[in-house]
């Protein structure tokens, strides 16, 4: 099956072929080196301050917004938070959850943030603002400049969903001077899912030791404590750290970050263009792209019809869309192990729909 | 490397071949029938009720044991918790953390549990009961009958950490009358860590309905509303999902729990007489043993140099324990795709440390 997704994605040999590997102890020297080596090389490629930290917790992204929120925030804070899809909405929720005072900046699907959006909360005591980079959901990607001038002003600690971005998209966490980033192993890492990745900023640290975390799970101060030995607390997913050191090892020795989102730009704007030349029903729904996928809204067919018959027939995963966006909604991925040739058997299949009416 | 350790333990053939596919998509009709199969044969291998529910969780074991707490226990139950190795001491800290009232029964470590142990604390108004059905940590097998006539006795739930023991030593969810049994991915399951696996009994689900979870990545409500359609809310580990499915259908070919838990006794007993026979300077430590592994206090070199050298000279894993125990004790699993003749590997290199004087 050819993978579109925005993940799990497809990994390349090298990363299948360590899933193969037996799984080896963890509780030693050669297990805290990888782990130090995963650290160093997320921070190299986020652009974080050298007194910055990494930890590796095992559970989904969501876990890693959840952990972000538990032990950054108190209800001491007045938290601003961008809504504008599935992933805003959930960090609504964990703010709600956890007692967290906050204000909520709605946007429509698939509209970019402007600065008319942020005006209204200057100067008005915001402590924390909470965002993804990319709405993954709507396929919308923020503009992390504004909010980040809006931050500085307003002396606000900023924790940045970028799972869906980080490696897609550039990402400097030192000249936004942000708080937290949190990104997952099975989106642009090209890893199997299993891993939520946090980079901790020293203004982050010191909000991590003055809290009292209400989950032991994800405690960062416990995990912190361990990944000062390149450890955790609790048994990893093994097999998919010593993954994500390949797949780190990979990017720097092709030159870095900034290669592998030009790669990424590169197949997106590949699809993008055949997209047009082949005059498919599709309208791109979203104002501001993310290099990590494109969201479309099909104009002849049920998105979520699409999305089966393309699975079932041509062997072939689209992204579909939950909820209200069910049947308005597909998304294509250009995270993982894709090629440009990869996108002319999707454009092939869609063509082959038209052609037989089906949409 | 050959692989002694509790966890994560060697895997199949089969098990690592699942490892090096691709990934596939997980929001599907054929993700979601592999999902509630899954459920269904832990519930066989369990002997669970009709109406008892199986959740995965991806997280570590012990994020299991904190979810237990933190769904199923609220401030007005009075726990007992058995602490005799580190992982009685994890109950006994995420009870402290979680505000629940509870009263600890200490063991020595190695030493069994004996119906004197429990005596005082008959009709004294407990209403739950935590403990590892094998501390994993000093490897006593804890007597669950005795426990579990304390419980009905009592009225009290009851939560099994059988994270080590389930598929080595038998367990029977309906005759027990347990309300939460735990178990992980990465020990007797023989898969990749990433994935905690929870049996909620109906007395569980009615404590869940009436919970209120302080994390919503943990909140078991969301957790079995997903469930019951074969999904989960958060990316799980699709990939341990999938070699879950493939090892539970591998057991169920080839007998079902107790042909598996037959295997995991012989392969132990040979290790077990292997070490009289060549008469190792090895104290069994634990007063009662379970199947998964052997606790060995070495009488004339450390732990944990044993453990070292027997890593770098022999490439062997042996599985050293922690804080304390660290230079005390060290231990020999016996969970994992392991054969008799890896056995006598490692004996022999036993044997040849004690020609040179190492032991």
Not at 315 to 325: H, K, T, Y
Request: proline letters at 4%; hydrophobic letters at 40%; one cysteine or more.
């Amino acid at each position: 099956m050819l993978n579109f997704t925005v993940g799990p994605v497809m990994s390349d040999d090298i990363i299948r072929a360590i899933g193969a590997e037996q799984v080896p102890y963890f509780r030693t020297s050669e297990f805290s080196n990888l782990m130090l080596e995963n650290e160093n090389l997320i921070k190299k490629f986020a652009n974080t301050t050298d007194d910055s930290r990494v930890v590796f917790l095992t559970c989904s992204g969501s876990g890693g917004m959840e952990t972000a929120i538990m032990n950054c925030l108190s209800k001491n804070d007045k938290a601003l938070v961008i809504n504008g899809g599935s992933f805003g909405e959930r960090f609504v929720q964990l703010l709600s959850l956890h007692g967290i005072p906050f204000t909520e900046i709605k946007l429509k699907h698939g509209k970019a943030l402007r600065p008319e959006n942020l005006k209204p909360f200057e100067n008005k005591g915001y402590t924390a603002f909470l965002f993804q980079k990319h709405e993954t959901s709507t396929g919308v990607h923020y503009d992390s400049e504004l909010i980040s001038n809006f931050c500085k002003r307003n002396n606000c600690f900023m924790i940045v969903d970028a799972i869906s971005s980080f490696l897609a998209d550039p990402f400097d966490m030192k000249s936004l001077n942000a708080g937290v980033m949190i990104t997952g192993s099975q989106k642009a890492l090209a890893c199997p899912p299993g891993i939520a990745v946090m980079v901790l900023s020293p203004s982050a640290l010191e909000r991590i030791e003055k809290a009292q975390c209400c989950c032991q799970y994800f405690d960062l101060k416990i995990a912190l404590k361990n990944q000062d030995r390149g450890q955790t607390p609790w048994t990893p997913a093994v097999s998919v750290l010593r993954q994500i050191n390949a797949r780190l090892k990979e990017i720097d020795a092709k030159g870095g970050a900034q290669v592998e989102i030009e790669r990424t730009a590169k197949l997106a704007s590949y699809f993008r263009n055949k997209l047009k030349e082949k005059e498919l029903p599709f309208e791109v729904i979203s104002e501001s792209l993310s290099n990590a996928v494109t969201p479309l809204h099909p104009t002849t067919q049920s998105a979520y019809q699409i999305f089966l018959k393309i699975k079932d027939e041509y062997g072939i995963w689209i992204c579909p869309n939950g909820g209200d966006m069910k049947d308005e909604v597909f998304r294509v991925g250009h995270i993982g192990a894709l090629k440009e040739t990869d996108y002319d058997c999707l454009i092939n299949a869609f063509v082959d729909l038209k052609e037989k009416h089906f949409i």
